[in-house]
């Protein structure tokens, strides 16, 4: 395979992408649910030399929904990173904190934390061949040098891998993100987890999870474990019907169900994460960790007295790419909003912080600048669905221009590369249909507004986010301008990968 470095690394993941043939054949068949896919996950495991069993010591944190995810797993960890736990001695020390998340928005190694921080390259390489040269030592006989079919795909590999790292880097804790739904969801192999946490839902992955609030949240709900606690956001009532089914079926310790008025109880916070809508998932958050905190002293963990700690952890957290504005000396013009909300619930939270923020500068005295808008959702999402909470927005701000572009961060002429971002799962599309799509549907709901800046400003397809960006920056040339980029969090990576954006 050549050295053993974070690039070939990155190269061995990206060959455990799902093709994009492959996914449509599947999708074709109705076979998107693997009911064998923990059993399969734990092959792998066995494959390496581990048991389910023995992640128990990790002390998990188990977090899944649809919507804040991300951000009530970064609050968690930001929490936990400020206790403090009794050495043998009488003296104190900070936890160490694991945190496991998906997607990432530059580099792969950002979905492995530890303390907060993404993996270093060397660290991530050296776990990932670990992995590797045990899978490959166990390879079935009859598969060819080179052939990885016996190999997890890309998210099963990482999950496989996060779990032997934290393992072996001696974490206390690890929050862990599901990737999709829940019950079948590799992360879903641990078999006690300390917590569980369920964040809004919402409708996304249909196709996987099903059409109805309730199956969603039948999948989402899997996570749910005999004699462990849960928390839930505040849910639409069929959702939280069949939470409550599932924990008394599950044999869940006790449900926590986080009110409305929990939330508003922290507005006197500032929190780290921007947005309204972040109330809600701190306060999931702080229920979680108390809970997780309570447990562990039942185990006989000392912690040091601090009553500030999770206020404290709420207001320094931070998460990349949601709800985040930035400037940078290439475009010393343009200010950047970025969020990479992408169902109808998050985008219309999207479209209320950006108008808010808008309208605080308005009533600062300020002379409201151009906006525009770059957008791309990924495959399967309708922008008829996604879209009026922008149009609705745009309505009433001055919109120059409404990008529609790809997730690819260069130009196809580019010089410069971006290997974590390769995305083998999706066709290539020169003539950019998914876009042109996007911005038919644009003009269709614009259109509903005549007369507002949505209707009138004009729209653009773009093959790439380099593109989409040196088109605006040529449009009213040293002229202050704001841009929301929203629809995906691969579109917001690709935007910070072009930028040079610090990987924090």
Not at 142 to 167: C, E, H, I, V, W
Request: with cysteine.
């Amino acid at each position: 395979m050549g050295p053993r470095t974070i690039q070939s690394a990155i190269s061995a993941l990206n060959s455990l992408q799902s093709n994009a043939a492959l996914l449509d054949a599947v999708r074709k068949s109705g076979n998107l649910v693997n009911m064998q896919a923990l059993d399969e996950f734990r092959g792998f495991l066995q494959r390496i030399g581990r048991k389910a069993a023995d992640f128990d010591r990790l002390a998990i944190i188990h977090i899944a929904g649809t919507k804040g995810k991300g951000s009530t797993s970064a609050f968690c960890d930001s929490i936990l990173r400020q206790a403090r736990v009794a050495n043998g001695d009488g003296t104190f020390r900070p936890l160490r904190t694991g945190l496991y998340t998906s997607p990432h928005l530059q580099e792969v190694r950002e979905r492995i934390r530890i303390n907060g921080a993404p993996v270093s390259k060397d660290l991530f390489a050296k776990h990932f061949f670990s992995v590797w040269d045990k899978l490959e030592a166990t390879k079935p006989a009859g598969l060819a040098p080179g052939d990885n079919s016996d190999k997890p795909f890309y998210f099963r590999y990482l999950t496989l891998m996060s779990l032997q790292l934290f393992l072996e880097e001696n974490v206390d804790v690890v929050i862990l993100e599901v990737g999709i739904g829940g019950e079948l969801d590799s992360t879903n192999v641990i078999e006690k987890p300390v917590v569980c946490g369920i964040t809004s839902l919402g409708f996304d992955h249909v196709a996987i999870l099903g059409s109805t609030i309730d199956k969603i949240a039948w999948h989402k709900a899997g996570i749910i474990k005999p004699g462990v606690p849960v928390a839930t956001s505040p849910q639409l009532p069929d959702a939280i019907a069949t939470i409550r089914e599932r924990a008394k079926e599950r044999k869940a310790s006790k449900l926590i169900e986080v009110t409305e008025a929990e939330a508003d109880a922290l507005k006197h916070l500032k929190l780290g994460l921007s947005g309204a809508h972040q109330r809600t998932n701190a306060a999931l958050a702080r229920r979680i960790c108390q809970e997780w905190i309570a447990s562990r002293e039942a185990d006989g963990v000392v912690f040091q007295k601090d009553a500030t700690m999770i206020e404290r952890g709420l207001e320094l957290a931070s998460w990349p790419g949601r709800c985040q504005r930035t400037t940078t000396a290439e475009f010393p013009d343009i200010e950047w909003f970025m969020d990479g909300a992408h169902t109808p619930e998050s985008l219309q939270v999207c479209a209320d912080w950006f108008r808010d923020t808008m309208a605080a500068e308005a009533s600062a005295g300020e002379q409201p600048p151009p906006t525009y808008l770059v957008f791309n959702c990924t495959h399967g999402r309708d922008g008829q669905r996604l879209l009026p909470p922008l149009v609705d927005v745009f309505a009433t701000l001055p919109l120059a221009k409404a990008v529609f572009t790809t997730n690819s961060p260069f130009a196809p002429n580019s010089t410069r590369q971006a290997s974590d971002l390769i995305n083998n799962m999706v066709h290539p599309d020169p003539e950019h249909k998914a876009q042109q799509d996007l911005a038919r549907a644009w003009s269709e709901l614009a259109a509903q507004r005549p007369g507002t800046p949505a209707a009138r400003a004009g729209t653009l397809v773009a093959g790439s986010v380099e593109e989409a960006v040196q088109a605006i920056e040529a449009d009213a040339p040293g002229r202050r301008k704001c841009i929301l980029v929203t629809g995906s969090l691969h579109l917001v990576g690709s935007l910070m990968t072009l930028l040079k954006t610090e990987v924090v």
